[in-house]
């Protein structure tokens, strides 16, 4: 079992950046693929960014590809989201996932493991 903490969720103003980072603790982090993944008010929970277990293969979606970068350092059992040109419509809770095969999931419904979530907002 594996337990996640996000942090570096903040206040931005539009074109701006943070970086998010999740720590993890218990089992060792490696043998886990990351994702993360943001909730905005009376919005479902929304697939942002995957990574796998070595780091070697990465999944964005279309809103944040280019923008956005997923990353680990297994070292330090932490996984990254390096968040640039900060948008408005970026604003939302944004959570830190985990589950333990090789697969890269997508799909919410596929991690097993979830940390409490930090907030991100962007001003216009």
């Known amino acids: 079992q594996v337990q996640l903490v996000e942090s570096g969720g903040g206040l931005v103003q539009a074109g701006g950046s943070l970086r998010l980072s999740c720590a993890a603790s218990g089992r060792t982090f490696s043998v886990y693929t990351g994702g993360w993944f943001r909730q905005a008010p009376g919005k479902e929970r929304e697939f942002v960014a995957a990574?796998?277990?070595?780091?070697?293969?990465?999944y964005y979606s279309d809103s944040v590809k280019g923008r956005f970068t997923i990353s680990r350092d297994n070292a330090k059992n932490t996984v990254y989201l390096q968040m640039n040109s900060l948008k408005p419509e970026d604003t939302a809770v944004y959570y830190c996932?985990?589950?333990?095969?090789?697969?890269?999931?997508?799909?919410?419904?596929?991690?097993?493991?979830w940390g409490q979530g930090t907030q991100v907002t962007v001003s216009s």
């Open positions: 996932a985990a589950q333990g095969t090789s697969y890269v999931p997508t799909l919410p419904g596929r991690y097993d493991y």
């Open positions: 990574i796998s277990r070595s780091g070697g293969s990465t």
